[in-house]
C-alpha cells in the first residue's frame, strides 16, 4: 500500500478538500477553506516528499514530469475516493496537491444551484460556460448539472477531462468519460473527434486554447449541447475573454457566432459557510435577445445591467447571492465582503438591507465544530496574529489563483490584470510586489490596446505601489473618463477615490481589516 495513503485517510477523516505536500514544511490539510498542518508529522524531506507522489504516478505522467515539471493525473483509494493530484516542482523542490472528489455527486439542492441552472439542464444545444477561480467549485457544479441529465434525458454524453473527476455510472443516459493523456491527445482533438460519435451533451473540462474554444462553439452551433469551463471572475469578462481569445480580424464573426450559440454564464465562488463548510455563491447570466444583441455589438459593457435587471428570467448578480447568503445566515458580512467583485454596491445593498458591517473591526471567527480538524502545531510554531491570518487567508487564496491563472494563460488579458492587481494592492506586505505587478499591468494594457478601464484601474495601482503617485493619478483619470463613457458607474465611483488617495501620495490598499 503506498505510504501516502495514510495521509489520504487522515485527510478523509478531517473533512479536508485538499492534501497540500511541500518539500520542507510538514502535510497541510485545507479544513473548510482554512489550510492547517497535520499536528505531529514532520517536516518533508526532499526524498520523501518525492517518494510519497512517485508511488502514485503512472510512467506516462514520470515522464510528463520530468519534462515539464509539473503533471496532472488521478489516484482512487478503496473505501475513501477518488483524487485530482497536481505534483509540480517549486523552489523548496517537489511538491504536490490531492483534492477529494467525493465518490456521491451533491444534489442540486445540497449545493443551492438556482433555478436557471436546471433549466440550462433542459437545453438542446448551444454554449454554456461555468466560470470561476481556481477551486471555486466548477468541476463540482458541472457534475451536478451532468447528473440531472442524466436522471432526466435519454441522452449520449461525453466528457473530456485532465483528469477524470467525478465518476457518472449511466441511468437514463450512455456516458463516455475521456481523459486527456490517457485516453486522447488533448482538448481540441477529443472535442474535434466528438462530433463524429453521436453526442447529444459534451463537457469540456477545460477551455485552455484558441483551437478548443473555436470547436466549442462550432459545436454547440451544429445542434449540441456544450457544456465548458473557463478561469474567469464574472459573466461579463467571461463573454469578453472568449472573444479576445480570438485575433483582431476574427473577433466580429465570433461576436456574432458567440450571440447565437451562448445560452448562459454561471460564474461562481466559494464562501466559508457557518459555522462550518463552503457554499457557492453563483452569478447568472441568461442570454436573452438584448444580451445577444450586446454581444454582437459589441457592447458587453451593457450586459451588467442585464443581469440586474433580469430576475425574472433567472439571472442575479454576485451581490444579489451574497445578500441572499447572507440573509439567510450561511455566510457572515465580511465573508461576502471579502469575495465581492462590486464591494461598494454590496455595502449599498447591506445598508438598505439593515446589514451592519464593521470594516474598521476584526470579528471573532464564528463558532464550528472543529473536532474532525487536525489539532493546530504547537504554540511556539503558530502564527502571532491567527485573527490577521484568518483575514488576509481570502486575499492569499485570490492571489495563488491569479498568478496559477496567469501561468497557464501569459496571454490573457485578463489573468495578468487580476494578478497585477492583487499584487498591487494586496493588504499583506509578503504578497505585494511592485515590479511584478507593474510588469503585468503593461503587458494587459498592450494586449486590450488600452479599452479596458479596469486595466488603466491596475496600471494606476501598480504606479502607486511603486511609489510614484503623479503617474498613479494620471491613469486613474484616464481609466475614470474611459469608465464613464462606456458606462460602468461603479468602476468610476472606485476611480474617483482612489484618484484623491493618490494625490494625497497614499497607494490603494484592499480592505480586509485592519494593518
Not at 75 to 88: D, I, P, S, T, W
Request: charged share 25%; aromatic share 4%.
Amino acid at each position: 500500500m503506498p505510504d501516502i495513503d495514510h495521509l489520504l485517510r487522515t485527510m478523509a477523516a478531517a473533512e479536508a478538500s485538499d492534501l497540500h505536500l511541500t518539500t520542507s514544511f510538514p502535510p497541510f490539510l485545507r479544513v473548510h477553506g482554512d489550510m492547517a498542518p497535520i499536528a505531529g508529522l514532520e517536516p518533508l524531506t526532499p526524498e520523501r516528499c518525492q517518494g510519497l507522489l512517485a508511488e502514485i504516478m503512472p510512467a506516462d505522467n514520470v515522464r510528463e514530469f520530468e519534462e515539464r515539471s509539473d503533471t496532472d493525473l488521478a489516484y482512487e483509494l478503496a473505501g475513501v475516493g477518488r483524487f485530482r493530484v497536481n505534483v509540480f516542482r517549486d523552489r523548496f523542490g517537489v511538491g504536490g496537491v490531492l483534492r477529494l472528489i467525493p465518490s456521491v455527486i451533491p444534489s442540486p439542492e445540497q449545493l443551492g444551484l438556482p433555478r436557471a441552472v436546471h433549466d440550462f439542464c433542459s437545453l438542446t444545444k448551444g454554449l454554456v460556460v461555468v466560470t470561476g477561480p481556481t477551486g471555486s467549485g466548477k468541476s463540482t457544479t458541472l457534475a451536478a448539472m451532468i447528473d440531472i441529465i442524466n436522471r432526466t434525458r435519454p441522452d449520449h454524453i461525453i466528457t473530456i477531462e485532465d483528469p477524470i473527476e467525478f465518476v457518472h455510472r449511466p441511468r437514463r443516459c450512455l456516458i463516455n468519460q475521456r481523459e486527456v493523456h490517457s485516453h486522447t491527445k488533448n482538448f481540441a482533438s477529443a472535442l474535434r473527434a466528438a462530433l463524429r460519435e453521436d453526442p447529444d451533451i459534451v463537457l469540456v473540462g477545460e477551455v485552455r486554447d484558441l483551437e478548443t474554444m473555436e470547436i466549442a462553439i462550432e459545436t454547440a452551433e451544429t445542434g449540441h449541447l456544450v457544456l465548458c469551463t473557463l478561469h474567469t471572475n464574472t459573466a461579463v469578462s467571461t463573454v469578453n475573454r472568449i472573444v479576445d481569445k480570438f485575433p483582431p480580424n476574427q473577433q466580429n464573426q465570433i461576436r456574432t457566432m458567440l450571440a447565437d450559440s451562448l445560452k448562459g454564464v454561471v460564474a461562481q465562488t466559494l464562501c466559508k459557510r457557518i459555522p462550518k463548510g463552503r457554499v457557492a455563491a453563483m452569478e447568472v447570466l441568461v442570454s436573452t435577445t438584448a444580451v445577444a444583441s450586446n454581444i454582437r455589438e459589441g457592447k458587453t459593457h451593457l450586459i451588467g445591467s442585464s443581469i440586474e435587471t433580469g430576475a425574472s428570467v433567472g439571472m442575479q448578480t454576485f451581490n444579489d447571492a451574497f445578500l441572499d447568503l447572507v440573509k439567510r445566515g450561511l455566510i457572515a458580512p465580511r465573508e461576502a465582503y471579502a469575495k465581492a467583485v462590486d464591494k461598494s454596491g454590496l455595502l449599498r445593498r447591506f445598508a438598505a438591507s439593515g446589514i451592519k458591517l464593521d470594516l474598521e473591526s476584526v470579528p471573532e471567527a464564528p463558532a464550528a465544530d472543529r473536532s474532525a480538524t487536525p489539532p493546530p502545531l504547537p504554540p511556539s510554531a503558530a502564527p502571532a496574529a491567527p485573527k490577521r491570518q484568518e483575514l488576509l487567508e481570502p486575499l492569499r487564496e485570490f492571489v495563488r489563483s491569479c498568478a496559477e491563472e496567469a501561468r497557464r494563460n501569459p496571454e490573457d488579458p485578463q489573468a495578468l490584470n487580476n494578478l497585477a492587481w492583487a499584487l498591487a494592492t494586496s493588504e499583506d506586505p509578503g504578497v505585494r510586489d511592485a515590479a511584478e505587478a507593474l510588469r503585468a499591468a503593461e503587458k494587459a494594457f498592450a494586449l486590450t490596446r488600452g479599452s479596458d478601464p479596469a486595466v488603466l484601474d491596475t496600471l494606476g495601482a501598480a504606479h502607486a505601489e511603486s511609489g510614484n503617485f503623479d503617474k498613479a493619478a494620471d491613469w486613474a483619470r484616464k481609466g475614470l473618463d474611459l469608465a464613464r463613457r462606456t458606462g460602468q458607474t461603479a468602476l468610476a465611483d472606485a476611480l474617483a477615490e482612489r484618484i484623491r488617495l493618490y494625490e494625497a501620495g497614499q497607494p490603494h490598499r484592499e480592505p480586509f481589516g485592519p494593518p
